[in-house]
């Protein structure tokens, strides 16, 4: 009996522990606190009310003399951007503000001063949420532009998540629509009618693509050169004009040589048998002895 009681009881130990988590023991955890920004040094001041819908103003503050001095922290958790004033050495908790989705920004700047801000601080007393604004400083202004920074990508990150939550519930509802077609459902096509000039041309292309290099160098037509018109007509005729090449000239000169040649040989012949008949002699010439006796 121990032994069936002790398996029972081993059974429903491993039960228990391979039992999944319910929802509500999801939703009690605590998200995780992710920091955004720090700074070691902070001021706050007790401000006057508000008395006009006019911004508020540094200089109305006495910024020398401030209620309290500690860190300020800017942390993430979940969807809330909460801003906290902790003390120095002990870490204990000052004051808070909370960032919210949908809700009044709890940081407003002053008009006169880029270091100095509003603060609308909450706290929670006997489950009754209650608001108060004080005035918070800071020693250099690349503290006070990081602490804006820090506010402004919390609200980025929250955008960017409602977006994408959106897409998705779009996407959703949307891929559920069956686009199949039906038993009996047809779908019609309706093909324009293609025009003869582009038949035409696919054709030549075509054509042209099955050549070969001298077949297309023969297909392209060659341009005619390009004649000069003729010279306007002048005073001379043609034939005086146009000049005789050297060869016609040689072929002249030669017929005329032979000519005169041949008459030199009729007249010495004649000469010789004149002088035979008659058997004077020429005599030579002395053209140097009648030039002495001259002298």
């Known amino acids: 009996m121990d032994q069936a009681s002790s398996s029972s009881n081993v059974k429903e130990e491993k039960r228990s522990s391979t039992d999944p988590v319910t929802v509500d023991e999801n939703e009690e955890r605590e998200a995780i606190e992710i920091p955004l920004f720090q700074v070691p040094e902070c001021y706050v001041y007790l401000i006057p009310p508000r008395k ?18 500690g860190a300020l922290k800017v942390v993430s958790k979940g969807e809330e951007c909460i801003i906290k004033l902790v003390d120095k050495t002990t870490g204990e908790l000052y004051a808070q503000a909370f960032l919210r989705d949908g809700e009044l920004h709890p940081v407003e700047a002053v008009i006169d001063s880029s270091r100095y801000f509003v603060l609308r601080v909450e706290e929670n007393i006997g489950g009754r949420v209650r608001h108060a604004f004080i005035g918070l400083g800071f020693r250099e202004r690349t503290e006070a532009y990081d602490f804006q920074a820090a506010l402004h990508d919390h609200m980025k990150y929250l955008n960017k998540k409602k977006t994408a939550e959106e897409m998705e519930q779009h996407f959703q509802n949307t891929s559920s629509v069956d686009y199949s077609l039906k038993e009996g459902e047809t779908i019609v096509l309706q093909l324009k009618n293609r025009n003869e000039k582009d038949t035409k041309t696919k054709l ?8 070969s290099l001298e077949d297309k160098g023969k297909s392209i037509e060659t341009i005619p050169p390009i004649i000069p018109p003729p010279p306007p007509p002048g005073p001379l005729s043609p034939a005086a004009t146009t000049p005789k090449s050297p060869s016609s000239l040689s072929l002249q000169r030669s017929s005329e040589q032979q000519d ?36």
């Open 204 to 211: 030549v292309e075509k054509s042209l693509s099955n050549l």
């Open 52 to 69: 006009s819908a006019a911004s508020y103003r540094a200089d109305e503050w006495d910024v020398n003399k401030w209620a309290w001095e």
């Open 260 to 295: 005169l040649d041949t008459k030199r040989e009729e007249v010495e012949k004649k000469e010789d048998q004149e002088a035979k008949e008659t058997g004077v002699e020429d005599a030579p010439d002395d053209d140097f002895g009648d030039f002495q006796a001259a002298g």
